[in-house]
């Protein structure tokens, strides 16, 4: 079966400052979607990066960038200068990529405290 | 502005009666979802929906039912028979790209009293 897992339940980090968040994830496909998902406490979540899981360069979003290892099955998210505002519940999440009706298959989530 | 609005953003209610929980989004997304979120558990899947008039059971379906009438509408009902109802209901939707975005609503917190 597929899982994802999220091994820090909690983190913090200084502001300015830069933070990774683990994730593994356990899967026989070898084409898939990667996700991390934002949940700030206003509870909207909000995707924050893709990666596809063919395509070996890492995703970047302005502060937010991934280090996608394949073959480890390791897709951790970096936060760079971390900001206030970046206070959330951070959650990974997998889709396989053959078949559309897949669900996305979610980690437990990491809540991420940024100290001022 | 296109989005997810679910409704009523907090619910309470007595043991033993059913309640529905909207979803509405105009997004013009095919695919709709329930998520029920509960503290250290992340997200689990109680329906989805592909497409209008059809939907299929997720991971925790029981005690739960819905409807897909309208593409854009997909309610939530938590029946009596939901052995511990109280939570954080999560709706999403994609489009049929099978890239996997989802966009969420704002949520619903149900406490059963």
């Known amino acids: 079966a597929q899982t994802v897992t999220q091994s820090q339940p909690e983190m913090s980090v200084q502001e300015a400052e830069t933070v990774t968040l683990s994730c593994t994830y356990d899967?026989?496909?070898?084409?898939?979607?990667l996700f991390w998902y934002k949940q700030p406490p206003s509870r909207q979540m909000i995707l924050v990066i893709r990666?596809?899981?063919?395509?070996?360069q890492n995703a970047t979003e302005n502060r937010f960038s991934v280090n996608f290892q394949k073959a480890a099955k390791s897709f951790s998210l970096k936060i760079s200068d971390s900001q206030l505002g970046d206070a959330a519940m951070y959650f990974c999440?997998?889709?396989?990529?053959?078949?559309?009706?897949?669900?996305?298959?979610f980690g437990k989530g990491t809540r991420l405290h940024i100290l001022p | 502005d296109g989005g997810i609005t679910q409704s009523p953003k907090y619910l309470f209610r007595k043991e033993g009666q059913n309640v529905t929980l909207s979803c509405e989004q105009n997004?013009?997304?095919?695919?709709m979802y329930w998520y029920r979120q509960d503290p250290g558990q992340g997200l689990r899947l109680i329906y989805y929906?592909?497409?209008?008039?059809?939907?299929q059971k997720g991971d925790i379906a029981e005690g739960y039912s819905v409807s897909r009438e309208k593409k854009e509408s997909f309610p939530l009902t938590v029946t009596s028979a939901q052995k511990n109802p109280t939570a954080f209901y999560l709706c999403?939707?994609?489009?049929?790209?099978?890239?996997?975005?989802?966009?969420f609503g704002e949520g619903s917190r149900l406490t059963v009293l």
């Open positions: 929906s592909q497409i209008v008039n059809d939907f």
């Open positions: 990666q596809e899981a063919y395509k070996q």
């Open positions: 997004l013009n997304h095919d695919a």
């Open positions: 999440a997998y889709k396989p990529l053959m078949n559309r009706d897949d669900k996305i298959i």
């Open positions: 899967t026989s496909e070898s084409d898939y979607y």
């Open positions: 999403a939707s994609s489009i049929s790209d099978n890239t996997g975005e989802l966009f």
